[in-house]
């Protein structure tokens, strides 16, 4: 599993591909160093042990061994300089990534993800990696290049003694192996509760008004509290059983060592080894073994990677909204909308729509209404594509809408919903997001047409007034405002409008309407509404139920038929 994770990871290792073999380079030389100092201490040694010492020999070794310590610590200086812009550069290649691959999913996942545990994988989750290789990938390239350095200092100087290590040295990485598998599990695990527990805190915030509403302050608490124990747990566990990695194969390095002293001590004895030769021999030997030691140490950050790196391919390796022709014929924007038997389900196990047919001419207005989850919103979501239907077809011109470029459809439609959107960005930014380019004259029309320029004008700056995505400092109903001017300003053919003025007050209400219904006259345009104002003048009204139309026809026509319309117009759509 982590080899293909790594694998994965490959094509996104930041930087030109110089770095990589650079660092490498980087890791021999500073390794070369590192090595090159124990022989040097070693002749050193024997020459102080000498009847009469050395001295002019021991200042020239001296002086050799703080070059050799100064390129060591420059190359691994470099060496780290480079590892560290390859991780922050990956971290970037990462995050583009996963933003561009939220543009083509299908709005199905958006739908079944919690947005904070979306929002977790971009942040910690990429963190996560980008610390591991920060820790990892210096450790490996040097670790490979010291402990292939040791091996042959170690024969050179005393190959038993050199068999003797390398036999020992594998209790360490079996050690570190047994650590490794038991710490995985509890990592994956802790890096999926950070996920839920960020999705569910991001739910709490942007609720914060519902949840102080009915008094949920403590539930809301509790349930936060369970969670953040469960990641508590999970987190101990995972960092206990890394925790054992570096002290158990400490132990196993160390008796090791003990070993090794004791057998270079017997070689010194017999007249096999010198005292210089035993010092740098036990020297590499622990050269030998601190890679595995530091590869340990870091284990707890490799294991994070890992479990991020799984997370982040999660979404990465998604299937994408299928893509569209290269030859996608433009849309008929004044053409008939058909819907022709058509079938369609969220959850494949239970229907939802099961053979709608609906013919509607260019410049209709249609009104849908019916009961919660009749299937109204559905509707909508198919005409725009943001889902496929099941069977059946959807046609625009008699074209079926799925020969069209998705995007060409959608900018056929201007969106109005009961949900508003707004992003960090002033007034006018905000309004002209759907006509980039748009004039100063064209943006204040539209606002004017909306209702929303008498507000905007109090606001201090005006249309330049800086607005949060949450809209903060704005009424639910002027937000609202600023949405509707939006769409009126791209002047789309055709219209959604899902409850469009849910928001507002009722003179401001009629205002709106007015406008609308001057932009919509001789379009086609779908409306989603409880209140009856906004629905009796459509030209066709559909009732919903169960995904299907139960009755269709004008207000008169359907309350003089005293069907399911003209109950719930009896009940003012309070059941709607």
């Known amino acids: 599993m982590k080899e293909k994770t790594f694998r994965k990871l490959i094509p996104y290792l930041g930087g030109k591909r110089i770095l990589l073999p650079l660092s490498a380079a980087c890791a021999v030389l500073g390794a070369a160093g590192t090595l090159a100092a124990p022989a040097l201490i070693g002749k050193a040694?024997?020459?102080?042990?000498?009847?009469?010492?050395?001295?002019?020999?021991?200042?020239?070794?001296?002086?050799?061994l703080a070059a050799v310590y100064l390129v060591s610590n420059l190359f691994q200086w470099l060496l780290s300089l480079i590892t560290n812009r390859v991780s922050y550069l990956t971290a970037r290649k990462l995050r583009s990534a996963l933003f561009g691959k939220l543009a083509p999913l299908p709005l199905s996942f958006f739908d079944s993800s919690a947005h904070g545990d979306v929002i977790s994988r971009f942040v910690n989750d990429v963190d996560a990696v980008c610390d591991g290789l920060l820790q990892g990938f210096a450790q490996v390239l040097s670790g490979a290049a010291m402990i292939l350095g040791a091996t042959v200092f170690m024969v050179a100087l005393s190959p038993s003694m050199a068999v003797l290590v390398v036999v020992l040295t594998p209790l360490s990485i079996l050690t570190a192996r047994f650590v490794a598998k038991n710490s995985k599990r509890n990592f994956r695990e802790q890096a999926d509760i950070v996920g839920a527990l960020n999705g569910y805190a991001e739910e709490m915030i942007e609720g914060r008004r519902e949840v102080k509403a009915f008094g949920l302050r403590n539930e809301a608490l509790g349930r936060f509290s369970e969670m953040n124990a469960e990641l508590y747990r999970a987190g101990v566990r995972a960092q206990f059983y890394s925790s054992l990695a570096n002290p158990s194969t400490r132990i196993v390095n160390n008796l090791t060592y003990a070993i090794v002293g004791v057998v270079g001590s017997l070689a010194a004895i017999s007249g096999t080894l010198t005292v210089g030769g035993i010092t740098s021999f036990l020297i590499y030997s622990t050269l030998f073994a601190k890679p595995f030691n530091d590869i340990t140490n870091v284990l707890t950050q490799i294991q994070s990677a890992f479990a991020g790196a799984r997370r982040v391919f999660a979404i990465l390796d998604l299937e994408p909204e299928k893509p569209d022709g290269k030859d996608a014929p433009l849309p008929d924007v004044r053409g008939r909308i058909a819907f022709e038997n058509v079938r369609f389900s969220y959850d494949k196990t239970r229907s939802l729509i099961e053979g709608l047919d609906l013919d509607i001419p260019y410049g209709s207005s249609v009104a849908i209404v019916g009961k919660t989850g009749a299937g109204k919103t559905t509707l909508v979501n198919l005409l725009m594509r943001f889902y496929d239907v099941d069977g059946g077809r959807i046609s625009l011109g008699g074209t079926d809408i799925r020969e069209f470029g998705r995007d060409e459809l959608r900018r056929s439609f201007g969106m109005v919903l009961q949900d508003t959107w707004l992003f960090s960005g002033t007034v006018r930014e905000n309004i002209a997001y759907s006509k980039p380019g748009a004039s100063e004259a064209e943006i204040v029309e539209a606002a004017r047409s909306a209702g929303a320029h008498d507000f905007i004008a109090r606001l201090a700056g005006g249309y330049e007034a800086r607005i949060s995505d949450s809209g903060g400092g704005l009424s639910q109903g002027q937000k609202q405002l600023i949405t509707i001017a939006r769409v009126m300003l791209a002047d789309?053919?055709?219209?959604?409008?899902?409850?469009?003025?849910?928001?507002?007050?009722?003179?401001?209400?009629?205002?709106?309407?007015?406008?609308?219904?001057?932009?919509?006259?001789?379009?086609?345009?779908?409306?989603?509404?409880?209140?009856?104002?906004?629905?009796?003048?459509?030209?066709?009204?559909?009732?919903?139920?169960?995904?299907?139309?139960?009755?269709?026809?004008?207000?008169?026509?359907?309350?003089?038929?005293?069907?399911?319309?003209?109950?719930?117009?009896?009940?003012?759509?309070?059941?709607?």
Do not use: C, W
Not at 503 to 513: A, F, K, P
Not at 540 to 560: M, Q, Y
């Open 492 to 576: 789309p053919p055709m219209f959604i409008l899902d409850e469009a003025t849910s928001s507002i007050d009722t003179r401001t209400e009629l205002h709106v309407q007015k406008a609308l219904k001057r932009l919509t006259a001789g379009r086609t345009s779908f409306v989603i509404a409880h209140r009856l104002s906004t629905i009796r003048g459509a030209d066709l009204i559909l009732v919903l139920e169960d995904g299907r139309i139960v009755e269709a026809g004008s207000h008169a026509a359907l309350l003089k038929a005293n069907g399911s319309y003209a109950r719930l117009y009896a009940n003012r759509l309070e059941t709607a």
């Open 45 to 64: 040694i024997d020459r102080m042990v000498k009847g009469k010492p050395d001295l002019p020999g021991i200042a020239a070794i001296i002086a050799a």
